[in-house]
Nanobody, 124 residues
Framework: QVQLVESGGGSVQAGGSLRLSCAVS????????MGWFRQAPGKEREGVSA???????VYAAAAQGRFTISQDNAENTVYLQMNSLKPEDTAMYYC??????????????????WGQGTQVTVSS
């Protein structure tokens, strides 16, 4: 059974850090593109970062230089280290499988597997 379970969200002040985790079961995460997405209230979901099977990482402009995506193959878990958080980073964060990037935008295929999300709230 395929399952993605996010954790690590919370409330922090601006400038703080959080580390999100996405525990994957039912398939080997390192064999697929795995991505982090977020959706703020009233806004569309946007891709934040992705890591490809070969370990190549990509970031949205808003995340570049502040966020780091990584994965632990032994734990079949994908992480998103978020530093220097800003109030505009406040959103529900989701991980998904089978992502891709086109023209700088990170997306996931319609058949992608998604987690339930973890809330990140950054106060000023």
């Amino acid at each position: 059974q395929v399952q993605l379970v996010e954790s690590g969200g919370g409330s922090v002040q601006a400038g703080g850090s959080l580390r999100l985790s996405c525990a994957v079961s039912g398939f080997t995460a390192s064999r697929r593109c795995m991505g982090w997405f977020r959706q703020a209230p009233g806004k569309e979901r946007e891709g934040v970062s992705a890591i490809y099977g070969g370990g190549i990482t990509v970031y949205a402009a808003a995340a570049q230089g502040r966020f780091t995506i990584s994965q632990d193959n032994a734990e079949n878990t994908v992480y998103l280290q978020m530093n220097s958080l800003k109030p505009e980073d406040t959103a529900m964060y989701y991980c998904a499988s089978d992502c891709y990037r086109v023209a700088g935008t990170i997306s996931a295929v319609p058949e992608a597997n998604w987690g339930q999300g973890t809330q990140v709230t950054v106060s000023s």
